[in-house]
């Protein structure tokens, strides 16, 4: 689950990580109150969306002038010209797509007087199941150009949960970041306070792009992109409130109230497996073959009828998909239960893509009939190669 950065720096606040002061403004007139409340001279206007790459974007049919969405103003009047500028219209970034966000939500905050420009990001590590710290003297908005052209630039330091964080870490950092003098003592508190606050909240992601240090010598955090673990949420009822759905696909969203892992893709072939493993493996066979799946689905090992029809109105929600393909291993869960479920909602959706089904597992038999004795136009098959013949070919002769 990901959150805005105006969340994040509040974020930042409770854990004495250093940031500017701002305010959060839904409409034009709480953009100009909270630009008053600041010192200025100039101030800093924020489009909130859930996607990197705000200072290049470029909004959809924007007026002369509006490029980026993020903007400083040297005056009141200019922080309302922005504002206006920004809500209700689309911005679109290297990572929205074509498609773009819509900005309802604003961020001002006071300018800073910026002397370098910085990265810090920690992570999970799976590789190493440590917290890894990312750095880099590289900050700002090319850091992806950094990563590509001078990957030297970049330096990981890991940090073993069995010992937890110690000031040596924090040193390690700030000399990879050029640090002198009490800049050092400013970092390794900061990356303490990071540290603790990404194990307290069951971080996965923290991105500071960029930490910045201030002309007067000091650490600023002016940037925060939080991602924090799914699994781990039914801890964190204060996260689960910053939760903002409307920058979430609505079909991911849907999926998420029957407990279904849902991901939209770009393709024609629309999925739904039992288990993690066995999706991406079909999703594979499906490319394999010639084309691309249109989702990652999987509804889990103890689907219900319920369960197999919310997947299935998810999947036809999006009109790309052409065909459906259904693959399920029945361990736990029994293929009857999972073929009463197709054949409900074939019926009850009158689903008109082709559809082809491989049963394996647990009353694999019984499942076969039942989707045979169905009297609906359901194709059934025999393995994963075999499914994915078929529903690519069936794909194929529609056009």
Known sequence: MNIHEYQAKDLYRQYGIPTTKGYAAFTVDEAVEGAKKLPGPVWVVKSQIHAGGRGKGTFKEAAAGTAGGVRLAKSIDEVKMFAKQMLGNTLVTIQTGDAGRVVKRLYVEDGSAIARELYLSALVDRATSRIAFIVSTEGGMDIEKVAHDTPQKIHTFSIDPASGYFPYHGRKIAFALGLTGAQVN????????????????????????????????????????????????????????????????????????????????????????????????????????????????????????????????????????????????????????????????????????????????TNVDLGKKILSESGLKIVPADNLADAAKKITDEVRKLG
Do not use: W
């Open 186 to 361: 400013q970092c390794v508190a900061m990356v303490g306070n990071i540290y603790k606050m990404f194990v307290d909240k069951d971080m996965s992601l923290l991105e500071i792009n960029p930490l910045v240090v201030t002309k007067d010598g000091n650490l600023i955090c002016l940037d925060g992109k939080m991602d924090f673990d799914g699994n781990a949420l039914f801890r964190h009822k204060d996260i689960v409130e910053l939760r903002d759905l409307e920058e979430e696909d609505p079909a991911e969203v849907e999926a998420s109230k029957y407990d279904l892992n849902y991901i939209k893709l770009d393709g024609q072939i629309g999925c739904m497996v039992n288990g993690a493993g066995l999706a991406m493996a079909s999703m594979d066979i499906i490319k394999l073959y010639g084309m691309e799946p249109a989702n990652f689905l999987d509804v889990g090992g103890g689907a219900t009828k319920e369960k197999v029809a919310a997947a299935f109105k998810i999947i036809l929600s999006d009109k790309n998909v052409k065909g459906i393909l259904v693959n399920i291993f029945g361990g736990i869960m029994r293929c009857d239960i999972i073929a009463e479920g197709v054949v409900a909602a074939a019926r009850d959706m009158a689903i008109k893509v082709p559809l082809v089904v491989r049963l394996e597992g």
